[in-house]
């Protein structure tokens, strides 16, 4: 009897290379379709470019993953830019990152006035009184989703703990956390290189899904080698057009126009925090709210829920605070509210992304040089690492919002945390979808809102 065993299929052929025009289409459907905020939207582009299209390779998408986990900005729209940089120079990732947060923009434009011109009437506040909860709950789940893939071993988990002990009891701001981070992974390349391998010391080999059209061996394409030339040319290119756009803030203005402080906010925000959308709310919410008061804390939780329900990075939240203060603060004068939400909404995405354009255009060939080297892997591990331990902090920061509405000496909203409790099961238990989620959600905070009178 022949026992031998049946030949292995054959690997496919690698895909033919990719057009411009075709990237374009892709990078236009994502900007559509990428919900779930970044852990969403790398996981879709995980699925599309690395498993179906083969684009890229496992490693390769890895590596920029960490580089753009490392740096601060919304890694999603980060790793796009760079995938597109990579694959059709510079146009390539001005398209991708773009096409990444235009539709959102849009979108919020749109539902932001609806909240403002609407937010008071019954139905429109018990929907958010629903979502709220939810909010809470994709939180908690994202820090989930991010500590499966980080938190390899337990060097790792302690990481993660250490971040969050760190920032929770003892305010230790974020940037701190990244560079005692990255200083634990650079030691622990040299000392203990199995812990922090991508491989995590378990011996688990990255999955291959076939031959990409940028694999693992694929030499560094010309546009992507590193040039001080370059770099200084985007340097420039970069600050000029910074210089540019707040120079015509304060020349229309002056230096203390909401405008132009939102511009300079924005700015310190984009450059100065660390660890993602999750990571960076509690900067903004901290300045917009305490400090500048262009919109309320409830605003800012409401806010959040328009971001969660939006495509595009979660971070665009920020598009929302420019439109609640453009609109609040009246800075077109009294009449054309809407035209002064919508610019300041344009304003504050300018700020907050163009640095992550000149990240990634910049440091993009210096990354690609150091593709498959430890020494440099390793502390974007651990980064990543420490990043799950602040998300964890921030699931707590809105659920103390949620829950006690009116601070710890007020009522416990036993309701909304019966809808947080059971959108985590939701999530983790069933799976469920986002908008599934919200929507069902919302539907209930609406029947609540509408009966909750007739039921007393």
């Not at 650079?186 to 688990?204: D, E, I, K």
């Not at 605070?321 to 009246?330: A, D, E, K, N, R």
């Not at 238990?429 to 919200?438: A, E």
Request: net charge positive; aromatic share 12%.
């Amino acid at each position: 009897m022949d026992t031998a065993s049946p030949p292995a299929p054959p690997l496919p052929a690698a895909p033919p290379p990719v057009t411009f025009a075709e990237a374009l289409r892709f990078w236009l459907k994502l900007g559509f379709i990428g919900f779930g905020g970044p852990a969403g939207q790398i996981a879709i582009m995980h699925t599309e470019l690395v498993e179906r299209r083969r684009w890229i390779s496992e490693q390769r998408f890895l590596h920029a993953l960490n580089f753009c986990m490392l740096l601060p900005g919304p890694e999603a729209q980060q790793l796009a830019t760079y995938i597109g940089w990579l694959m059709h120079k510079t146009r390539g990732g001005i398209v991708a990152g773009v096409l990444f947060v235009l539709p959102s923009l849009c979108i919020l434009i749109a539902l932001s006035w609806v909240y403002l011109r609407f937010g008071n009437v019954p139905a429109v506040a018990g929907i958010f009184y629903g979502i709220k909860p939810a909010v809470t709950a994709l939180v908690l789940h994202a820090a989930h989703r991010i500590g499966s893939r980080a938190l390899k071993n337990r060097w790792m988990w302690g990481i993660a703990a250490a971040a969050f002990v760190a920032i929770f009891a003892f305010d230790t701001p974020f940037p701190a956390i990244v560079l005692a981070a990255g200083a634990i992974g650079h030691l622990g390349a040299r000392w203990a290189p199995a812990v922090f391998s991508p491989g995590g010391g378990q011996g688990r080999a990255p999955a291959h899904y076939g031959p990409a059209w940028i694999d693992d061996d694929t030499p560094t394409p010309p546009h992507a080698r590193f040039s001080r030339a370059r770099l200084l040319r985007v340097l420039g290119v970069g600050a000029g057009l910074w210089l540019l756009a707040m120079g015509v803030l304060v020349a229309v203005q002056g230096l203390a126009g909401t405008l132009t402080q939102m511009g300079w906010f924005f700015s310190k925000a984009a450059l100065l925090t660390f660890g993602g959308a999750y990571a960076v709310l509690p900067y903004v919410y901290q300045g917009a709210v305490e400090q500048h008061h262009w919109l309320s804390g409830a605003q800012m939780i409401d806010g959040l829920a328009l971001g969660e329900t939006t495509p595009g990075p979660l971070i665009m939240v920020v598009a929302f605070v420019g439109f609640v203060g453009g609109w609040l603060q009246q800075v077109l004068g009294p009449d054309p509210l809407f035209l002064a939400g919508a610019l300041a909404a344009t304003v504050v995405t300018f700020f907050t992304f163009l640095p992550s354009f000149v990240f990634i255009l910049a440091g993009g060939p210096a990354i690609e040089a150091t593709h498959g080297r430890l020494g440099f892997t390793a502390p974007l591990s651990a980064v990543t690492a420490a990043a799950v331990g602040v998300i964890l902090n921030l699931a707590l920061f809105f659920a103390h919002h949620v829950l006690w509405p009116q601070g710890f000496g007020g009522r416990f909203d036993i309701v909304s945390a019966a809808i947080a409790v059971a959108s985590a099961i939701a999530l983790f238990r069933f799976r469920v979808g986002v908008l599934p989620l919200l929507g069902a959600c919302a539907a209930v905070g609406l029947a609540i809102t509408l009966l909750g009178p007739a039921l007393r």
